[in-house]
């Protein structure tokens, strides 16, 4: 790895490490991972299920924190700051879509995609998150609480609440594991779209072998550990 | 699958984790505190009595004017109770040639069962000592009056009937029925051994036998209750309860005081247990779809939840009881040094109604939640957000109310009190219910307006609606009973005690003549004394009910009907309804005198003897008929030990009859030569000394005032349970919450404000609903309960709800402290 690719890297990790202890014995989830992205680059991290996706995207996102290792994320390396000190780059840089969508039940829907924007106290929230869910399709649901909408238009919405922000990068957990086929197709083009409109860094973990390949890039996970 | 170790399995995990702190610490604060209660009450009830008894020298008197048939002390016998006997009459005693009339009293053995008798000291040791036992034959024990009547000394001889006794002691204070009447003449005592030999029983003289009994409240209960079947005309029971309904006011007072206190902490209990339950039934959805999914049936859930909460119901109220016992004890020898007498060991009951209370409380409010996670539709496995059964409908909580109520009416032991309390609550619930929902909803709206923290917060109290009404109803009910416990409690506490001053009435004064009413006053003039109020009394028997003869026999199987009819009524009159009556039916002659006469009873007189309003009732008044219609009946506050009359008339009727005039008046201790005085100028008034039974009252008063303050620290403990279940209820809801915050960016600052709006929210309601509560249910405690004056008391609605605010923003803050240190990750990952 040459200084340069580190530079234009929005995003690279060092021996990233994860265990846990599990009451007789230590489990190793990931280990010693090496990876990184560019700006604009669509990666996607394939694996089998429990190979360590989802704790990898986690550690990138710092919600939580490694046993050892390092990840820089636009610039700066993470685990130096404080819980609240990555909140706030969270809040700055990265995007969020999960397989259960994850959205606030006491929110309305557009409550819930202006939740990111007014936490970074951006003032006209709620022009903004109108706009954005009227690009996802659901300009008639914005009063409608999570509960009243089908798992495609809460999808939706965590969509929208991901790209509220302008984030320089988006992290997508299986965002269609919980959809129907038909359903799923409609999301991930959505999300492709958008990715393409914002020019987002785009993380996508995903089992699926065909949507991976609608990546420019894939990074294979077995076992905690980097397929080459 | 074998549900029975399936459900002993599951508790025991749920025990360990943690799962299950909340409803056993409510339990057993629960049923603690009314142990506590329970077994306390019970020992000062027996302690009373006991003392009190001591009045009598005994638990119970059979009196007669002929030798008591044998079968009276066989009985007593049977029943394993004491007895002792007391043979009075009036004898001439003879020194020399000096001679005086006398009370002697001829004792056995035993005498005296309760209380003690003090004898003059020695040159020696001049204290007062307590008799160790009763006179030897050939002996007489003498009162003050006799020694300086004749000048005697021990050693010197007195003739008594035929024989002659030698002095031995001086009695200085012997336990007595008749101890109060200052003009007694002097009193002797020897022993019944010697009677017969003095020839002193002879026919015709008026002579009284009494048999004193004492033993177990219980045993007791039971040879009255025999006795009274055996009675002839000429035999009657009398305990100390009968002789001073003071005393009896006074302990019913104290008995409410207290179970009020222990029901205030249960009030708390339930409603944490209500919030415990509800998490609880959340928390288990998941197991209880995948055990539906693999084929369990619904009986069979419902039974192992059943087992699983019999088993934890046990658990916690016997842990509850012990504590109580324990309790109760470190209460009994705190308050020690206010009783006299050591307080007797309690009885099992309590500790029974403690287990009780604690099956009632957690059944009544986990049954349908339970039944209802039996149909949790096993297609829950496969999506979480479906049919969740509906945790906290008002049905939901109406085995619980009705259970509690039940608790409520059961414990108060007075119908009345428990109706009041619980038609108090559930109007509370009710109400606090219907006006959250409406503030709910409103200040949901307003959350459009609000900016920043307070929206979130608005929105988190909007959208779970259902759960933050039960959150506000349960901390509202809690902070009222609290504050009822307080601050109303220690009003009306303070309210009886000054009911009863230092300069209550202390002595009263009987049968002043109508000639007399001057010389008395001039009499008390000179001792610069304001002359107390009289008030007039005619005596009259009661003869007919409607036109219908009153027969005393058709009495005969309520002894304490009987002997009033028996008696001669004291009837007195009046315009003015003194200051301790109430009128409970019908109304008060206030607009000048009515046509009819019209007379106006004592409630409780009324129901022994089966009188109502508009029965006319005829008495035979100085050998005339005098006929009036009960106009009204009334509850009379006998501890107040200001004269009062159990029939009262209307003026104009009963005047032309002979009468004498009663008043009550305060002796202070150092002018009472004052009342020696007054015997000697008025020899045939009768004073009477209760302040003996007045000091009684207020050792009681401040005992209860003090277990009331211990039993307080149940109170709060409950009170903290309250709150920390309120907060723990939305734990999980909160805890999901924070983990989308932060993952979305969200310092925890931003987090944190937007809880505390939310708990500064639920807590300015609470308080709110708590201080309405408190502030309508002290006035009517105090009002038609307890009978004493309320004043309103603006304090309750700032302390109310900044106790409110600053209480739930407090322990909610914490509550939640630890849910900000959990990586978001690992929640996500548990809940997605
Ligand atoms: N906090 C944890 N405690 C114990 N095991 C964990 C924890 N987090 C993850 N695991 C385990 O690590 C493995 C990888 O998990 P995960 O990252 O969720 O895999 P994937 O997303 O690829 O399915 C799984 O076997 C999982 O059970
Ligand atoms: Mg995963």
């Not at chain 1, 709620?126 to 909408?149: C, F, M, N, T, W």
């Not at chain 2, 009170?719 to 919450?737: H, K, M, N, P, W």
Request: a negative charge; one cysteine or more.
């Amino acid at each position: 790895m040459t200084n340069k690719m580190v530079n234009e890297s929005i995003l690279w990790t060092n021996a990233l490490t994860k265990q846990v202890n599990t009451g007789e014995q230590q489990l190793t989830i990931l280990q010693n991972i090496d990876m990184q992205v560019d700006a604009g680059e669509a990666v996607a991290v394939i694996g089998a299920s429990g190979s360590g996706k989802s704790t990898l995207l986690g550690l990138l996102a710092g919600l939580d924190v490694p046993t050892s290792g390092k990840v820089h994320l636009d610039g700066v390396d993470i685990f130096t700051l404080d819980e609240d000190e990555r909140a706030a780059l969270r809040s700055r840089v990265l995007g969020f879509v999960f397989q259960s969508f994850q959205l606030l039940p006491a929110l309305s829907a557009l409550e819930n995609v202006m939740l990111p924007l007014e936490l970074s106290g951006v003032s006209n929230a709620e022009i903004a998150a109108e706009k954005l869910l009227d690009r996802v399709g659901l300009s008639h649901r914005l009063h409608h609480y999570p509960k009243q909408l089908s798992g495609g238009e809460q999808q939706r919405v965590a969509i929208a609440r991901a790209f509220a922000t302008e984030p320089k990068m988006l992290l997508a957990d299986e965002p269609t594991g919980n959809l129907d086929s038909a359903t799923g197709i409609q999301i991930i083009e959505l999300m492709f779209e958008l990715n393409r409109e914002h020019g987002t860094t785009l993380v996508l973990v995903t089992h699926d072998e065909a949507l991976s390949q609608r990546c420019a890039r894939q990074i294979r996970l077995a076992d905690g550990k980097l397929v080459q | 699958m074998n549900f029975f170790k399936l459900s002993f399995l599951m508790l025991r995990r749920d025990w360990r984790a943690g799962e299950l702190n909340v409803l056993v610490l409510a339990l057993v604060i629960a049923v603690s505190s009314m142990t506590t209660v329970g077994f306390f009450a019970d020992r000062v009830e027996m302690a009373l009595s006991h003392e009190s008894n001591q009045l009598l020298g005994a638990d119970l008197l059979v009196i007669s004017n002929h030798p008591l048939d044998e079968q009276y002390a066989e009985q007593a016998k049977r029943l394993r109770l004491s007895t002792s006997t007391v043979t009075k009459f009036p004898s001439m005693i003879s020194n020399g040639d000096a001679n005086q009339l006398a009370e002697v009293k001829a004792v056995t053995d035993g005498y005296p069962l309760r209380g003690k008798l003090y004898l003059a000291g020695t040159r020696a040791s001049p204290e007062y000592r307590v008799a160790n036992g009763i006179p030897e034959p050939g002996t007489i024990w003498v009162d003050e009056k006799l020694m300086h009547r004749f000048e005697l000394r021990r050693g010197d001889l007195l003739d008594v009937g035929a024989i002659q006794l030698k002095v031995t002691e001086l009695v200085m204070r012997e336990p007595d029925h008749s101890v109060g009447f200052m003009n007694m003449g002097p009193r002797v005592l020897i022993n019944a051994e010697d009677l017969s030999a003095a020839g002193l029983i002879q026919q015709g003289s008026r002579i009284r036998y009494d048999l004193l009994i004492a033993g177990e409240t219980k045993q007791v209960d039971l040879f009255r209750d025999w006795a009274e079947t055996q009675l002839t005309t000429a035999e009657r029971i009398e305990g100390v309860r009968d002789a001073r309904p003071e005393i009896k006011a006074a302990l019913e007072r104290a008995e409410k005081f207290l179970s009020l206190a222990a029901l205030a902490s249960v009030v708390l209990a339930a409603a944490a247990i209500a919030l415990a339950v509800r998490r609880f039934s959340l928390r288990h959805l998941d197991g209880c779809a995948i055990m539906r999914s693999l084929g369990a049936s619904q009986t069979g859930l419902f039974q192992m939840y059943l087992l699983y909460f019999t088993t934890l119901g046990i658990i916690a109220s016997m842990l509850g009881c012990l504590l109580g016992f324990g309790a109760q004890e470190v209460l009994a020898i705190w308050l020690s040094d206010l009783t006299e007498t050591a307080l007797p060991w309690p009885s099992w009951i309590p500790a029974i109604h403690g287990l009780l209370v604690g099956m009632v409380l957690l059944l009544g409010f986990a049954l349908p939640p339970i039944s209802n996670l039996r149909s949790v539709p096993a297609l829950r496995v496969l999506r979480r957000d479906i049919g969740l059964p509906n945790t906290h409908s008002l049905a939901g909580y109406l085995l619980g109310l009705a259970a509690l109520s039940s608790l409520f009416i059961w414990k108060a032991e007075d119908l009345k009190l428990g109706i009041y309390i619980v038609t108090g609550f559930i109007t509370a619930i009710v109400v606090f219910g219907v006006l959250g929902w409406l503030l709910v909803k409103m200040l949901s709206r307003l959350r459009h307006q609000a900016g920043g923290a307070w929206r979130y917060g608005l929105a988190n109290i909007g959208r779970r609606t259902m759960s933050s009404i039960v959150q506000t109803v349960s901390l509202g009910l809690g902070l009222m009973a609290l504050l009822v416990l307080t601050l109303i409690q220690d009003d009306l506490i303070e309210d009886w005690q000054t009911r009863l001053p230092d300069d209550a009435p202390n002595h009263f004064l009987v049968s002043i003549q109508p000639d007399q009413l001057q010389p008395l006053e001039d009499f008390f003039s000179q001792y610069e004394m304001a002359s107390p109020t009289v008030y007039p009394m005619v005596r009259g028997r009661l003869t007919e009910i409607n036109g219908k003869q009153v027969n005393p026999d058709d009495y005969a199987d309520d002894s304490h009907a009987e002997r009033h009819i028996r008696r001669d009524f004291n009837l007195s009159w009046t315009n003015q309804i003194s200051s301790d009556n109430q009128i409970t039916q019908g109304s008060w002659w206030d607009e000048g005198v009515p046509e009819e006469p019209a007379l106006s009873f004592e409630e409780g007189l009324a129901a022994t003897l089966g009188v109502k309003l508009g029965d006319r009732l005829t008495f035979d008044v100085a050998g005339s008929p005098v006929t009036a219609k009960i106009t009204s009946l009334r509850q009379v506050d006998w501890d107040s030990f200001r004269v009062n009359f159990f029939v009262v008339g209307s003026p104009g009727f009963l005047e032309q009859y002979p009468v004498s005039y009663v008043t009550s008046l305060h002796v202070p201790p150092a002018e009472i030569t004052m009342m020696h005085e007054l015997v000697r100028a008025f020899p045939n008034i009768l004073v009477v000394d209760v302040a003996v039974v007045i000091n009684q009252v207020q050792q009681m008063i401040a005992q209860v005032s003090r277990a009331i303050e211990f039993v307080f620290l149940f109170t709060l403990l409950a009170g903290f349970v309250v709150l920390y279940a309120a907060i723990a209820s939305t734990q999980d809801e909160r805890i999901y919450e924070a983990a989308i915050f932060r993952t979305l960016g969200a310092r925890r600052e931003q987090l944190t404000r937007a809880w505390a709006a939310e708990f500064v929210i639920l807590g300015g309601l609470a308080g709110l609903f708590a201080s309405a509560g408190a502030t309508a249910m002290g006035y009517a405690i105090g009002r038609y309960v307890l009978h004493l004056g309320y004043t309103f008391n603006p304090w309750i609605w700032l302390i109310g709800i900044l106790a409110g605010v600053i209480g739930v923003f407090l322990v909610g803050m914490m509550g939640t402290r630890s849910t900000l240190t959990t990586p978001p990750l690992l929640t996500l990952r548990k809940l997605g």
